[in-house]
Structures are given as structure tokens and as C-alpha cells.
């Protein structure tokens, strides 16, 4: 495992490309030894292969969501696990697009990507994986998911750090004997805040652990011309306009649903 | 008074019933309304009626104990179920403790709530981390469609409820029993998010069930078939995870069940506690086949279609 000292985290590209771009210039300019990626390349955005260049050239390491696992594998959808009909069309459109745009060699590429990954960050040893250490599309709310519960996590998968994406909405809680579980936020799309930037997660141990959210600001109007050209749905481009989420609704918790506008 | 529930009746079958590990005590269910309920639906699957004592409500001290116990264990998610919940004179401060711990949910009919408990728990909700939940039945997007299976004037009083939720800033999970085999869960939907939308809930969310064929929903429609049950070969390359019993427990006031369907069944009763409790259970109710089919049935949709 290599030693490191400060890392850049993201997850959930969902075929923004032009937030990719941006996050990486901004982790450059931080100064990380490295920069990883916890998956779900593609979805929502347009032009999924053009994602795949940025993270080969910028030495992204990655790991694999539900959609590289549904993409790489040809399932029949993302593994999301909607039940409401109308979060389901959406789904299915989001899916059919990307799997047409991805080519064959980077659907070969996704496939291989591997579940998880294990850094040594100072001290501290580091879980990456997608939704939880235990399976890659749970979701780990950060209202539904109690401190005893992540303790748990932590000390059957040997964790002193874990992180994960698969929500969509960042946070951080600190468990005992200074353990950590951090969601890192995704670059795919805003976080239903109403506000059109999207995040990632800086991790430093100099030797105590900080964890920083860095806000990713990227041309959303030039995104959301170009998800117009690719006749992806009003509703997704509404997102990227505003920083409202207007589909997947039914699987935010209470209190994260009522921080939205839908 | 209830028949408790049979095994399956084949012998053989029963014993070849396949056996499901505990993964992870994921969802700790409380049964804190006993069988007690102020309705009496004609599809229960446990025969909840204001006469029905079979199970008693559960006291906050016997709550505080299993909750005590779920740290140890790393319990990801309670629910509150009966029985009517709020018909139990400690179930606010039930939900006030358990707020504390971690995310509560509480399956209501919605019918009895009082404004004050509303504010009290609005209150625990705002200073806690983690969600309460609502999930409110309801069988039908009008009382033409409601009535007749959960009684007379329910749907208005329901409705009424809803409103009181919302008033207090919650948003119901709708929960809607697939009551006859040719629904179509598309219009359910929309006319589920019609409704509530008129009732000024401007995110709605629900979620539909299917039936289950014991209790008194045997009498409505029809029970299992002989041929409605899960055989091993069935379990071949099958996600646990779908199932109940693989992350699940239910605190009783007479002992921890392996789920909130069975608690009819004596087989099912695990233990006195939850340590006890921990233990395999074979698939050998019927029932188990409409978990097994559809799967994740008592979990919310936060919660994922296919929880680990």
C-alpha cells in the first residue's frame, strides 16, 4: 500500500465531464499525492466516454460504483433499486443513454475495476469503497445511519477511515479512537441544495486527520446546453441549472428530502 | 382470538425448509402496539383489532433495555409497529428515546394522532441527527377504494392525519397494500401523488406492498396455495439480502420473533432476548414466499431496494 499524506476523493462523475476536469485542476493545485475516484462514471450527463480519457491521463485511481458494475457487466439496469414509477423512467432513460454513448473498451475498462481499495494515509488505514465496506449499492444516509452502526463497519472491515459516494450528499462523523467515515459528495450533480456547484473531499494526516470539503465550481450552463443537444430530460438539465435534485426522490430520508425543493 | 399460525403442513417440506443466517442485526423492530389497533382491516395479516390481545403494548423500559443492547449489536434502523402504535400511551416518548439512538420509523394508521404528541416529537426530530419516519396506511387513493378494506370513514380520518403530519412539518410515507392481484402500481402512483398533493403535501412519497395471504386477509381473498412456499432449490444464486429475516429482529412483549409477519407462528419466536435471538430460521411459512418474491417489504426506500 503507498504511503501518503493528503489525497483528493470524489465520486459519482455521472458523465460531467466538465466537472471532472475542473475538480482535477483544483486537486492539482492543492498539492495531493494522490487523487481517487469512488465510482459511477457514468449517468445523468452527456457524453459518458469523454469522462474516461480525463481520469486515465490525470492517474485517477477508481473503484467501482453500481452503474461501471451494470455498464461493464451489460445488467439490464443500474442497480439503483427504485420502486417509484416515475424515478424508474428516469432511471431507465439515464441508463439506455449512457450504456449506447459508453464504448465497448470502456465498458471492458469498468468491468474490471475493482470493488474496493486500501490506503495507508499516515497513520490511518483508509477503506474506499462505493455505498458501504459490505455491499456496493447500500445507502449510507448520513440521518439514517447511526454512530453504532459505522463503529460496527469500522471494526468488521479493520477501517480506521471509510469512504464512500453512492448517496450523492457529502458528510463526515468521527467515531471513537478517532475513526472517521466520510461520504466525499459527488461531481455528477449538485447536492440539492439550490446551489449549482458540486464537491469533493480533501483528506490530510499531518499526523491528526482533517477533512475538508472542497466546492467545485465548472461551466453547469455549457453542461446543460449540451444535455439539451443529447435530448437527456428537461428535469436533469433543471438540476444542473438550479441545484435542485427533480428525480430519485423517493430514496432521500426525511430530513434529506426536506432540505430540497422537490 | 387468533389461530397461531402452522408450519408448512408437508413434514418433509418443513424439514427441508431452507435455513437463512442473521448477516446483521440491521432492523430492530419493535412490536410496541401489541395487537392492539382502533381498525379492524379486513387484509391484516395479523388480525389487529381492538379486540385482539394476543400481543401487548410494549413498555419504554422494555424499549430502553432493547435499545440499550442494539449498540453492542451496531442496529442500523427501528421500527415501530403493532397493532396501532399511538394507541400505546408511551409510544411519543418511546420515539423521543429512540431518536437518540438512531433513525426511527413508526407504520401508524394515522387515525388517532393528537397535536401536542405531533409538536413533541416535531421537537425530537429538529435536535436529533437522524430521521423520524411516518408511514401511514392507506389503501386507496379515494374512500370508495379505502373503505371497504380498512372500514367506514377511515379515509377521511386518515387524510386527516396526513394533514396533521404535514402541518408538522413531516413528510408520510404512504403506505398502500396492493389489495387486489390486477392493480396497477402506475395508477396507484398517481393517484396516490394527486391526492396528496390536493392535501398540501408537496413531496409525496409512497410506498405499495404486496399482500400477504394470513390473517385476516385469508377470509378476504384467499390464503397461500400448497404450492406457494420456498424450496431449496429456489435459493440458487438468490440475494438474501431481500429477505426479512436475514438483517431483521422484532421485540415483543412476549419474547424477539424473527419478523413482524410471523409473529403468529410459535416456531418463530426466537428467544427472551435479542442475544438469543441471533440464531437461523428456516423459510418454511408460506409467507415467506411473498417476502422472497418481492422482497425488502418492511424497509423504507431509503433503506434500498435490496438492503445487505
Known amino acids: 500500500m503507498p504511503d501518503l499524506t493528503r489525497i483528493a476523493i470524489f465520486g459519482g462523475v455521472y458523465n460531467n465531464y466538465l466537472a471532472l476536469g475542473a475538480a482535477l485542476a483544483s486537486a492539482k493545485r492543492q498539492a495531493v ?72 473498451e470502456n465498458r471492458a475498462w469498468m468491468k474490471e475495476l475493482p470493488a474496493q481499495r486500501r490506503v495507508r494515509l499516515g497513520d490511518y488505514r483508509v477503506l474506499m469503497c462505493h455505498g458501504s465496506p459490505r455491499k456496493m449499492n447500500e445507502f449510507l444516509w448520513e440521518s439514517t445511519t447511526p454512530t453504532h452502526f459505522l463503529e460496527y463497519l469500522a471494526a468488521a472491515h479493520e477501517a480506521d ?34 446551489r449549482t456547484n458540486v464537491w469533493y473531499a480533501l483528506l490530510e494526516a499531518r499526523p491528526a486527520l482533517r477533512v475538508e470539503f472542497v466546492p467545485v465550481e465548472y461551466d453547469h450552463r455549457r453542461l446543460a446546453a449540451e444535455m439539451r443537444a443529447e435530448r437527456l430530460p428537461n428535469e436533469f438539465v433543471e438540476t444542473v441549472l438550479t441545484g435542485w435534485w427533480t428525480t430519485c426522490l423517493e430514496i432521500l430520508p426525511a430530513k434529506e428530502r426536506r432540505r430540497g425543493k422537490y | 382470538m387468533s ?42 395479516f395479523i388480525s389487529c383489532s381492538p379486540h385482539n390481545h394476543s400481543f401487548a403494548f410494549l413498555d419504554l423500559d422494555t424499549v430502553r433495555r432493547a435499545l440499550d443492547e442494539s449498540v453492542r449489536l451496531g442496529v442500523k434502523e427501528y421500527y415501530f409497529t403493532g397493532g396501532e402504535p399511538f ?27 393528537k397535536d401536542e404528541w405531533l409538536e413533541r416529537l416535531a421537537k425530537a426530530d429538529a435536535e436529533s441527527p437522524y430521521s423520524l419516519e411516518f408511514r401511514v396506511s392507506l389503501d386507496g387513493f379515494t374512500a370508495a377504494m379505502n373503505d371497504p378494506v380498512r372500514g367506514p370513514g377511515t379515509f377521511d380520518r386518515a387524510m386527516r392525519g396526513v394533514r396533521q403530519l404535514v402541518a408538522h ?10 389489495t387486489s392481484d390486477d392493480q396497477d402500481d402506475g395508477e396507484l402512483f398517481r393517484g396516490f401523488v394527486r391526492l396528496l398533493r390536493e392535501n398540501g403535501c408537496d413531496r409525496p412519497r409512497i410506498k405499495v406492498l404486496p399482500t400477504l395471504r394470513i390473517g385476516a386477509e385469508e377470509n378476504r381473498q384467499r390464503g397461500y396455495r400448497d404450492e406457494e412456499r420456498v424450496t431449496p432449490e429456489m435459493m440458487e444464486g438468490f440475494d438474501l439480502g431481500k429477505l ?53 417489504l418492511c424497509s423504507n426506500p431509503s433503506g434500498g431496494a435490496r438492503d445487505a
Open chain 2, 3 to 44: 389461530v397461531p399460525l402452522p408450519i408448512l403442513d408437508d413434514d418433509a417440506a418443513s424439514l427441508a425448509a431452507p435455513m437463512v443466517p442473521l448477516a446483521h442485526l440491521d432492523h430492530l423492530w419493535f412490536q410496541v402496539g401489541g395487537t392492539l389497533c382502533n381498525l379492524e382491516c379486513r387484509h391484516c
Open chain 2, 87 to 113: 394507541l400505546n400511551r408511551d409510544m411519543v416518548a418511546i420515539l423521543e428515546l429512540a431518536l437518540r439512538y438512531g433513525p426511527a420509523t413508526v407504520l401508524t394508521n394515522g387515525t388517532v394522532f
Open chain 1, 33 to 104: 499525492d494522490a487523487v481517487y475516484c469512488l465510482g459511477d462514471l457514468g449517468a445523468f450527463g452527456p457524453y459518458p466516454d469523454r469522462v474516461f480519457p480525463l481520469l486515465r491521463d490525470n492517474g485517477v485511481a477508481c473503484i467501482q460504483g453500481n452503474y461501471d458494475n451494470s455498464v461493464g457487466n451489460g445488467l439490464a439496469d443500474c442497480q439503483c433499486g427504485y420502486t417509484d414509477p416515475r424515478d424508474n423512467h428516469f432511471a431507465r432513460i439515464s441508463y439506455d443513454y449512457t450504456f449506447k454513448n459508453t464504448s465497448p
Open chain 2, 244 to 296: 426479512i429475516c436475514h438483517h431483521s429482529r422484532v421485540v415483543t412483549d412476549r419474547g424477539v420473533y424473527v419478523c413482524p409477519i410471523l409473529i403468529e407462528a410459535p416456531d418463530a419466536r426466537l428467544g427472551d432476548t435479542l442475544q438469543e435471538a441471533l440464531r437461523p430460521y428456516p423459510l418454511r411459512h408460506h409467507a415467506c414466499s411473498t417476502c422472497y418474491q418481492y422482497g425488502a
Open chain 1, 161 to 194: 477511515v471509510i469512504l464512500t459516494t453512492h448517496t450523492g450528499l457529502k458528510w463526515h462523523r468521527r467515531l471513537s479512537g478517532d475513526r472517521h467515515v466520510v461520504n466525499v459528495g459527488v461531481l455528477g450533480r449538485p447536492e440539492n441544495d439550490g
Open chain 2, 169 to 178: 412539518g413531516f413528510l408520510p410515507i404512504i403506505t398502500v397494500t396492493r
